[in-house]
């Protein structure tokens, strides 16, 4: 790690002992040990009563939603409600040999990702901080007073979607209940299959959600295109002209169910062509020159981690650096110290400008989870086995602690880090999904 200004590296952190089968080993297996059930394209669970929209953990560990029913939420409830009650997709850094034949792509809208939850006549969305997007009457089961038992306590439908705002158009990437039936142990090719029968085509579709709004029904709902992920699925995904404005390609493993958090069971990839921001841009729009990464602090080590449910590790904070921030301090770090930066890669330079240790009192202190952004070096990263193990970086400052995302996966950092050197190409894909694994 390098902090900027200019100190030596308490050491580089070890590498993980278990990372490396995060992002390697036979993908069957991998399905398998996530517990996909390879029945579940038949079996369909009826979700239990919900009284009222609380986050309850155990709950959201049995990717159950007693919870979901729009109405008041408790202060910790909205807290809790984060990016983990989605499914993630990992960045594509390597192209699967079975994508061929076993994936589906779709071309993913470009928009705000949001929990759509109808229930009790009412439909709200929300943001993966928790915030309220919209409250709306919908023609989704029990998304409104008008709908067939629309007040009924086990009538309600849960929808991952994509607002298209240029639209006003809610796009269902994916449906995790309907009617009060939990579809999220169903693989994925049951789920968008009856996705498609409710709420694609408007003329055959079997909600009304898909049509034109009206008074009891704000927004339309409609389905983006999913394509078997031959070549030439993968073609039309990437460039047949669609309603909306892409932001890259969305890959689900058939037999995958909804696995919430990040998952090797769906998959992201962008380039310039499908995508108006292949690369992490600042708040302006424009491309930082270097990439800028956010990683979570482990106060006990100094350690910067990842935010995957293995962190990885990639830099320690110098010791003089997070005594200085344990003590609130605000002077400078005496400057002309070089950074020993070993030959494989560890390094972290102190800057003081973008706030700095400045910010240390006003997030909280010194804690475990501190969200911290830094700039990658020129060193860049140190990979060993598919995995980066150390990494050149320049501290920038405090992130924003109510970041939806939390800290970045390694696979977001090795996709945009390739994506800056030798990026996977269409035509690379192209080649694997043309090819028999």
């Known amino acids: 790690l390098a902090l900027g200004g200019g100190e030596s590296v308490e050491g580089r952190a070890a590498p993980p002992q278990s990372g490396a089968d995060v992002m390697e080993g036979d993908a069957d297996e991998d399905r398998a040990a996530r517990g996909v059930n390879p029945d579940a394209t038949t079996a369909a669970a009826v979700l239990p009563r919900h009284p009222d929209f609380d986050i309850v953990e155990d709950q959201k560990r049995m990717h159950r939603r007693s919870n979901s029913a729009p109405g008041k939420w408790s202060r910790e409830g909205v807290a809790a ?48 901080t928790g915030r309220v997007l919209h409250r709306f009457p919908s023609a989704l089961p029990g998304g409104s007073s008008n709908t067939r038992h629309g007040k009924a306590e086990d009538t309600f439908c ?58 009891q029904h704000r927004y339309r709902f409609a389905v983006p295109p999913t394509q078997m992920c031959d070549a030439d699925g993968l073609l039309a995904a990437y460039q047949a002209p669609q309603p909306f404005t892409r932001d890259g390609l969305l890959f689900l493993a058939k037999d995958g169910n909804y696995e919430l958090g990040v998952t090797p069971l769906a998959m992201l990839w962008k380039d310039g062509v499908c995508s108006q921001y292949p690369l992490d841009t ?102 060993q086995d598919g995995l980066p193990i150390a990494a050149d970086l320049l501290y920038e400052g405090i992130a924003n602690q109510r970041r939806g995302s939390g800290a970045d996966s390694v696979t977001k950092i090795l996709f945009q880090y390739y994506a800056r050197r030798e990026p996977i190409t269409i035509e690379e894909i192209g080649a694997a999904v043309s090819s028999k694994p």
């Open 81 to 128: 409600f984060s990016e983990g009650q989605f499914m993630l997709p990992e960045w594509m850094v390597d192209v699967p040999t079975d994508l061929g034949s076993a994936w589906f792509v779709t071309p993913r809208p470009s928009g705000q990702r949001c929990l759509v939850v109808a229930s009790k006549g009412g439909t709200v969305s929300r943001l993966k």
């Open 158 to 215: 849960i929808l991952d979607c994509v607002f298209h705002s240029e639209q006003s158009v809610y796009y269902a990437m994916d449906c995790l209940a309907w009617n009060g039936v939990s579809l999220y142990d169903c693989a994925a090719e049951m789920r968008l299959s009856w996705l498609h029968a409710k709420l694609g085509d408007p003329s055959a579709a079997e909600c009304e959600a898909a049509n034109e709004p009206g008074a």
């Open 282 to 383: 600042n708040s302006d729009g424009s491309t930082p020159e270097r990439q800028k990464v956010v990683l979570a602090l482990r106060a006990d080590t100094g350690d910067v981690v990842t935010g995957d449910p293995q962190p990885v590790s990639l830099a320690r904070l110098p010791a003089q650096f997070l005594a200085s921030a344990r003590k609130g301090a605000t002077d400078s770090m005496d400057d002309g110290v070089d950074v020993d930066a070993d030959a494989e890669g560890g390094g972290v330079a102190v800057q003081e400008a973008g706030g700095g240790r400045n910010g240390w009192r006003g997030s909280g202190g010194l804690r475990d989870g501190l969200l911290l952004r830094f700039a990658v070096g020129d060193t860049g990263l140190t990979i």
